[in-house]
């Protein structure tokens, strides 16, 4: 049974930065990439930024580029969200989730291409 489980929220101040872990776990087969989506309180889920598990390709959503990195640690199966210059829009909770088939690089952000999603992390930006 595959198990995504996200971790490293918390409340942090504007400005600051804070540093989510997904760890996977349970998969016998290498899995496509991994996706972090965010929820926040009465808006839809969308998508934040992905990893490819081949070579490691990245990409964003505009409203993180240049202040949130995407990782992984193949040796721990765990994909770091690391955020920085943090404001409270983007106050929610914050999903990983994992893919196991090939789809097209720009589809990462359709959640319908992930076969498992995470619990989630609330992560509250807040003075």
């Known amino acids: 049974q595959v198990q995504l489980v996200e971790s490293g929220g918390g409340l942090v101040q504007p400005g600051g930065s804070l540093r989510l872990s997904c760890a996977a776990s349970?998969?016998?087969?290498?899995?496509?990439?991994i996706g972090w989506f965010r929820q926040a309180p009465g808006k839809e889920r969308e998508g934040v930024s992905y990893?490819?598990?081949?070579?490691?390709?990245?990409s964003y959503a505009d409203s993180v580029k240049g202040r949130f990195t995407i990782s992984r640690d193949n040796v721990k199966n765990t994909v770091y969200l690391q955020m920085n210059s943090l404001g409270p829009e983007e106050t929610a909770v914050y999903y990983c989730?994992?893919?196991?088939?090939?789809?097209?690089?720009?589809?990462?952000?359709?959640?319908?291409?992930?076969?498992?999603w995470g619990q989630g992390t609330q992560v509250t930006v807040s003075s």
């Open positions: 990893i490819r598990r081949s070579d490691e390709s990245t």
């Open positions: 989730a994992l893919k196991v088939r090939p789809t097209s690089f720009s589809g990462w952000i359709r959640e319908g291409s992930y076969n498992y």
């Open positions: 349970g998969f016998t087969l290498d899995y496509y990439g």
